[in-house]
């Protein structure tokens, strides 16, 4: 979920094609950067409209449901678009001749600190009394995904489930890499439209495979099988993954790409809409999977052709740089903030906004703090071999 291995090289081209293979660009992607804060706050922003736990501010009903309502898809968009994104930009930055455990370590170490800070905090502050070691150790291993038990993938910190389906991407990314470079080129819109219709298949195939039973906790129209194998699941969601891979390789070879960045943001907003009325299961990944990987490409074209793009403003590219740390603190904080307020405390419309943006600030604070604290120092003196710091 992070570009931190984007290369420096530099090498803009001007056409709305890709860079061309013998030019072996590997530009800076600032724009993408930026975009992932807004993956994140729309994280932030489902997870603050909840009801249960009670974490939605407003005391009017027709305010909380409205705000819930609206941003009730958004923390499964904001997912998807980190798995893309994360595929996107490994194959966009990979390094000819790295080896696998160099990239092991620098990918483990840009998480697993965060994660491990998070997990403590979350045991601390929030869930320690009530959470079993059964519960916590698959938690803190990031093997949590791979159980169907809702309180176990779920449980401690949730928002680190998906950094057990990142961890089993990264050791699947050298040999997803190998066989995606032996795709013909010609071949690979191909091979990126089959991956799309996998996604959107798989909710097809859980409502038709899968038992109805256990329901989901909190009346969501599905059961816990299906659920945990649309949205959880590892190797599901690796396709999202392995469609990022493919649409970076369509650029980096020069394949043409016909979409600008701002038809594809609009693409992102309806199909946004149409999650809001689709059956639930297609509105966890597959109403967004095929405009979030039009979205992602040609926000890379913009930055690698020059083109103006408020995305890579410096503000912005900042809140990117602390979006990952901004996600794994959030929900910690949420709750922390709901307990001090108290239960049976809510807000009328103006007061509730601003309640919101204060969270949201003391959260982007904590996020820095996590960020500059622990984030950057570990992938400095833990992400690389030794004889590279010397």
Same mark, same amino acid.
């Given at each position: 979920m992070?570009?931190s291995d984007v290369?420096a090289?530099?090498?803009?081209?001007s056409t709305?094609?890709?860079p061309?293979?013998?030019q072996?660009?590997?530009?800076?992607?600032p724009?993408?950067?930026?975009l992932?804060?807004?993956a994140a706050l729309l994280v932030?922003?489902?997870?603050s409209s909840?009801?249960?736990?009670?974490?939605?501010?407003?005391?009017?009903?027709?305010?909380?449901?409205?705000y819930?309502?609206?941003?009730?898809?958004a923390?499964?968009?904001?997912v998807?678009?980190?798995?893309i994104?994360?595929?996107?930009v490994?194959?966009?930055s990979?390094?000819e001749?790295d080896?696998?455990?160099h990239f092991?370590r620098r990918?483990?170490f840009k998480?697993y600190?965060n994660?491990?800070?998070?997990?403590?905090l979350?045991?601390?502050?929030l869930?320690?009394s009530?959470?079993?070691?059964?519960q916590a150790v698959p938690n803190?291993a990031?093997?949590?995904a791979?159980?169907?038990?809702?309180?176990?993938?779920?449980g401690?910190?949730?928002?680190?489930?998906?950094?057990?389906c990142e961890?089993?991407?990264?050791?699947c990314?050298?040999?997803f890499?190998r066989w995606?470079?032996?795709i013909?080129?010609a071949?690979l819109?191909?091979?990126?439209?089959?991956?799309?219709?996998?996604?959107?298949a798989?909710?097809?195939?859980a409502y038709?495979l899968l038992?109805a039973?256990?329901?989901m906790p909190?009346?969501?129209?599905?059961?816990?099988?299906?659920?945990w194998s649309?949205?959880?699941l #590892?190797?599901v969601? +690796? %396709? =999202?993954f /392995?469609?990022?891979?493919l @649409? &970076?390789?369509?650029?980096?070879t020069?394949?043409?790409?016909p979409v600008?960045a701002l038809?594809?943001?609009?693409?992102?907003v309806a199909?946004y809409a149409?999650?809001l009325?689709v #059956?639930?299961?297609? +509105? %966890? =990944?597959? /109403?967004?999977?095929?405009p @979030? &990987?039009?979205?992602?490409?040609?926000v890379a074209?913009t930055?690698t052709?020059?083109?103006p793009s408020v995305l890579?403003s410096?503000?912005?590219?900042?809140?990117g740089e602390?979006?990952?740390?901004?996600?794994?603190?959030?929900?910690i904080?949420?709750?922390?903030?709901?307990d001090?307020?108290g239960p049976?405390?809510?807000?009328?419309?103006?007061a509730?906004?601003?309640?919101?943006l204060?969270q949201?600030?003391l959260?982007?604070g904590?996020?820095w703090l996590?960020?500059?604290g622990?984030e950057?120092?570990?992938?400095?003196w833990?992400?690389r071999?030794?004889?590279e710091?010397t």
């Open positions: 992070s570009i290369s090289e530099s090498g803009a081209v709305g094609r890709g061309r293979p013998q072996a660009v590997h530009s800076r992607l724009s993408l950067t930026g992932r804060f807004i932030f922003c489902y997870h909840l009801a249960l736990p009670a974490l939605n501010p407003f005391s009017s009903p027709d305010v909380s449901d409205g819930r309502r609206l941003f009730s898809n923390g499964w968009a904001g998807s678009f980190f798995f994104l994360s595929g996107f490994l194959t966009w990979a390094r001749g080896r696998p455990r092991w990918r483990f998480i600190p994660h491990l800070v998070t997990w403590v979350a045991l601390a502050l869930s320690g009530a959470t079993q070691w059964w803190l990031l093997v949590h791979w159980i169907p038990e809702f309180t176990v993938f779920l401690v910190n949730p928002p680190s489930w998906s950094l057990a961890l089993f991407f990264y050791l990314f050298p040999l890499l995606i470079k032996r013909p080129v071949h819109w191909r091979w990126a439209i089959g991956t799309a219709a996998a996604v959107i798989v909710p097809a195939l038709l038992p039973n256990p329901p909190e009346g969501s129209p599905a059961s816990v099988w299906q659920y649309v949205y959880m #590892p190797p969601r +690796a %396709l =999202d /392995v469609l990022g891979m @649409m &970076a390789r369509i650029v980096l020069g394949r043409r790409f600008r038809p594809a943001a609009l693409a992102c199909a149409l999650s009325y #059956p639930w299961l297609y +509105a %966890l =990944d597959a /109403v967004f999977v095929v @979030m &990987a039009l979205l992602i490409p040609a074209l930055d052709a020059g083109r890579r410096r503000p912005m590219v900042w809140l602390v979006s990952f740390a901004f996600y794994m603190v959030h929900l904080l949420l709750n922390v903030f709901r001090i307020l049976d405390r809510y807000f009328g419309t103006a509730g906004i601003g309640v919101l204060a949201m600030l959260t982007l904590a996020a996590l960020y500059a622990v950057k120092p570990a992938m400095r833990l992400g071999p030794r004889k710091l």
